[in-house]
Structure formats: C-alpha cells, structure tokens
C-alpha cells in the first residue's frame, strides 16, 4: 500500500517550452500534496506544499509563477514548470501524505519514483 | 540554515557489519522524525519511523535510536547487506507535515 506515482519518469524539453509533471496517490486518498526538487547527491529541497481544492503554498525563493502546482483531486497533484531553462534541469519529487486512518499517520510522506527534467 | 543536521557524509562498512547514522536537530517543536532510503534515480521511500514518545524502535535489521534531552537520533542497520547500499536521508516534522531533510549519507557495504 501507500504507492505514489509520477509521470512522466523522463523528460527533455527545449529552453522555453513548459512542462507537466503529474503526481498521483494510487491506493489512498491526499489531502496534501508535497513538491521537491534535489540536485545530484544533494538533499531534497522542498518547493511548495498542494492541498486539494486551495493554492500551494511556496518556499522561499521558489517562483510560484515559473513552478505552477495544481491539486484538483484527492489523489492528482501536477507541476507545471513554465518557460523552463538550463537552470530548471532537476530531479523532481513528490510525495503525498494519506488521510487520517488510512495508513501511517496524516504526517507520514510517502514519495513518488521522480522525475528528471533535462532542458537543452 | 539546514535543520536537521547528518553525519557521516558517507561511510564504508563490511557485509554483515553495523552501520550508524546520526542526526541532530534544534527544533522542539519537531514531533516526527522518518528515515528514508534513496536509490539512485529513484524516490526516497520510507524506512522508519519514531515519534518522541518512545527512545527506540525496531523493525527488522533497522532500529532508531532517539534521545530527546539530546535532541539526538540515529539510525542503526544491522547485518548491513551489499543490497542496503543507498543514500539515507533523516528528516523530522513539526505538526504541519513539513518534512525537514538531512543532508544523506552515501551507505556502501562491501561484500
């Protein structure tokens, strides 16, 4: 239990294009959503917090108008990073945090596979 | 500023060996503290768990210990295997879910 995919796992986009990134819980319901990016052998940096039906809720120093999130259901969050550059090139996390008594605890994250983002 | 502060960076150990990994933090309002393993290219994926209830648990070959006085907490992988070389990450969470990561230590267990 506790599975959380992402898609796609891959991606290589021309500098200036955007991009999606889709999150899905499959076997449980999330109210919150998180997004991370980490750099090679580095830690995860959180870049925003999703909650269903509400805005994200961006660290600082993300842009919240170049890495746009949207959490329209219980089990989808997406990322969109727009007008990508050499810069944005990353492996992106998420994770999904279930609903009360759904398994671990309403704190415990549980993460996507990644996606790595290369932008020429 | 990193919260939670990891060390070793990396370490080296023999199969069949102990491996520990040590955490630090100055947040007492953290209450939930995971441990995850990360393969590379792949997510990290939760490992244990311990809350600030409890000085230890165990699962498997994985025990955390946690000393709140100290504000100290520590992975300990027994019996270590070739298969448990991977980057651990310790984290820890106040009550609004916000995990705060270390910065990983690179486990390589030699056969």
């Known amino acids: 239990g506790a599975v959380v995919s992402q898609h796609p796992s891959r991606v290589i986009c021309k500098s200036g294009t955007s991009v999606k990134i889709e999150c899905r819980s499959l076997?449980?319901?999330?109210?919150?959503m998180f997004w991370y990016r980490q750099f090679p052998k580095q830690s995860l940096m959180l870049m925003a917090t999703?909650?269903?039906?509400?805005?994200?809720?961006?660290e600082q120093g993300v842009e919240k108008d170049k890495f746009l999130i949207n959490h329209a259901s219980l089990t989808l969050s997406t990322l969109t990073v727009t007008s990508a550059h050499p810069e944005d090139s990353s492996f992106y996390i998420c994770?999904?945090?279930?609903?009360?008594?759904?398994?671990?605890?309403?704190?415990?994250?549980?993460f996507g596979p990644g996606t790595r983002l290369t932008v020429l | 500023q990193q919260q939670v502060k990891q060390s070793p960076q990396s370490l080296i150990v023999q199969k069949g060996g102990i491996s520990i990994i040590n955490c630090a933090y100055e947040?007492?309002?953290?209450?939930?503290f995971p441990w995850y393993q990360q393969f590379p290219g792949k997510g990290p994926a939760l490992l244990i768990a311990?809350?600030?209830?409890?000085s230890e648990k165990k699962e498997g070959r994985f025990t955390i210990s946690f000393n709140k006085s100290a504000k100290q907490f520590s992975l300990h992988i027994m019996d270590s295997q070739p298969g448990d070389s991977a980057t651990y990450f310790c984290?820890?969470?106040?009550?609004?879910?916000?995990?705060?990561f270390g910065a990983g230590t690179t486990v390589t267990v030699r056969a």
């Open positions: 311990i809350r600030p209830d409890v």
């Open positions: 076997d449980f319901q999330a109210t919150t």
């Open positions: 947040n007492t309002a953290f209450d939930y």
């Open positions: 984290a820890a969470s106040p009550n609004d879910y916000k995990l705060s």
């Open positions: 999703s909650n269903e039906g509400s805005k994200a809720t961006y």
């Open positions: 994770s999904a945090s279930p609903l009360g008594g759904q398994g671990g605890g309403t704190d415990t994250q549980y």
